[in-house]
T-cell receptor
Framework: SAVISQKPSRDICQRGTSLTIQCQVD?????MFWYRQQPGQSLTLIAT?????????ESGFVIDKFPISRPNLTFSTLTVSNMSPEDSSIYLC???????FGQGTRLTVV | QKEVEQNSGPLSVPEGAIASLNCTYS??????FFWYRQYSGKSPELIMS????GDKEDGRFTAQLNKASQYVSLLIRDSQPSDSATYLC?????????????FGQGTILTVHP
């Protein structure tokens, strides 16, 4: 299984600001996935990040709110833009057929 | 919309008992099925994957898949207090986009001594 590192592990942010979350994998992967887990809820896929192409967003998620970069086969970033308290969640990146997850980023917006 | 439904919880079993977790899914073309364990404050951890009809055993865990009934289950034998966690059922929803999963809402399992 891949080793996935996410940064930051947690953050408290002011509403209206943006936070960029980094995901680093120890091997090259074609696709990386970004999920959100709202408090007390299950995981919801935000988008699929392919290297060399635009990310593919799921229904309910838009690029202006969650821009994603995928500069190479081992790294991706997710930005949560213009944050509101409703964005308080755990954000997780995953790779692989069996979705191995990083440790997640716990975001609190105040 | 593709859906994954898990049996409502929370589920409480005594130590040493069998815990049974169930999941149904709506997308008939799904080919890959997973069970994750998530401890409070931690990220999900894969414990079982199953791709073919029938049973798959790994230690104290057995996953069962019935594609005709669109049903997948997880049995935990000899349950231990350390098994207390939220269990998430997930189904591949991306066709050839492996790793694109739809998750159920989770079942909270408590194993009491």
């Amino acid at each position: 299984s891949a080793v996935i590192s996410q940064k930051p592990s947690r953050d408290i942010c002011q509403r209206g600001t943006s936070l960029t979350i980094q995901c680093q994998v120890d091997s090259q992967v074609t696709m990386m996935f970004w999920y959100r887990q709202q408090p007390g809820q299950s995981l919801t896929l935000i988008a699929t990040a392919n290297q060399g192409s635009e990310a593919t967003y799921e229904s309910g998620f838009v690029i202006d709110k969650f821009p994603i970069s995928r500069p190479n086969l081992t790294f991706s970033t997710l930005t949560v833009s213009n944050m509101s308290p409703e964005d308080s969640s755990i954000y997780l990146c995953s790779v692989g057929r069996e979705a191995f997850f990083g440790q997640g980023t716990r975001l609190t917006v105040v | 919309q593709k859906e994954v439904e898990q049996n409502s919880g929370p589920l409480s079993v005594p130590e040493g008992a069998i815990a049974s977790l169930n999941c149904t899914y709506s997308d008939r073309v799904s080919q890959s099925f997973f069970w994750y364990r998530q401890y409070s404050g931690k990220s999900p951890e894969l414990i079982m994957s199953i791709y073919s009809n029938g049973d798959k055993e790994d230690g104290r865990f057995t996953a069962q898949l019935n594609k005709a009934s669109q049903y997948v289950s997880l049995l935990i034998r000899d349950s231990q207090p350390s098994d207390s966690a939220t269990y998430l059922c997930a189904v591949n929803s991306g066709g050839t986009s492996y790793g694109k999963l739809t998750f159920g809402q989770g079942t909270i399992l408590t194993v009491h001594p």
